[in-house]
């Protein structure tokens, strides 16, 4: 799997993606994100250096995006992941969310956190594969960290 810098390209693509029925109701934010607000967002984000979005490749066909937030105040990062949705079911996501938490670390000396809901299987099996540790969990919430 070949993992790039999201660009222009892909904005339309992870807009898609991010509105998916089942990534929202997997997202911390699961509010329908309007087409304006997408673009302002994304714009924003390939400029800020506090935050770092890749796309995984395999065979030219995209396969989803991870996002990297600094959170300055308490020196860490918060990742992210979301699958193209047809792209599911086929065994990438670990790939994907490894070779970026790797390229990630290689670029930022920092610690990592994801937020992942307590139903949201295989994504808390993925980033446990990944070596995130359950920091602690609420009644939606499981909280990890990679260190």
Same mark, same amino acid.
């Given at each position: 799997?070949?993992?790039?810098?999201?660009?222009?390209?892909?904005?339309?693509?992870?807009?898609?993606?991010?509105?998916?029925?089942?990534?929202?109701?997997?997202?911390?934010?699961?509010?329908?994100?309007?087409?304006?607000?997408?673009?302002?967002?994304?714009?924003?984000? $390939?400029?800020?250096? /506090?935050?770092? @979005? +890749?796309?995984?490749?395999?065979?030219?066909?995209?396969?989803?995006?991870? %996002?990297? &937030?600094?959170?300055?105040?308490?020196?860490?990062?918060?990742?992210?992941?979301?699958?193209?949705?047809?792209?599911?079911?086929?065994?990438?996501?670990?790939? $994907?969310?490894?070779? /970026?938490?790797? @390229? +990630?670390?290689?670029?930022?000396?920092?610690?990592?956190?994801?937020?992942? %809901?307590? &139903?949201?299987?295989?994504?808390?099996?993925?980033?446990?594969?990944?070596?995130?540790?359950?920091?602690?969990?609420?009644?939606?919430?499981?909280?990890?960290?990679?260190?």
């Amino acid at each position: 799997m070949l993992i790039r810098n999201a660009d222009n390209n892909d904005v339309m693509d992870i807009y898609k993606w991010r509105n998916d029925p089942l990534s929202l109701s997997m997202s911390e934010n699961s509010s329908i994100i309007s087409i304006v607000d997408h673009k302002i967002w994304f714009k924003n984000i $390939l400029i800020d250096p /506090s935050k770092k @979005i +890749y796309i995984g490749i395999v065979d030219e066909n995209k396969i989803g995006v991870t %996002k990297f &937030e600094i959170d300055e105040y308490e020196n860490k990062a918060k990742v992210s992941i979301n699958l193209n949705p047809s792209m599911r079911g086929k065994k990438f996501s670990f790939d $994907l969310l490894s070779k /970026s938490v790797a @390229i +990630y670390l290689k670029q930022q000396e920092i610690k990592l956190t994801a937020i992942v %809901k307590n &139903e949201n299987l295989a994504s808390l099996k993925i980033f446990k594969k990944c070596g995130f540790k359950k920091k602690s969990e609420d009644s939606t919430f499981q909280y990890l960290f990679y260190f």
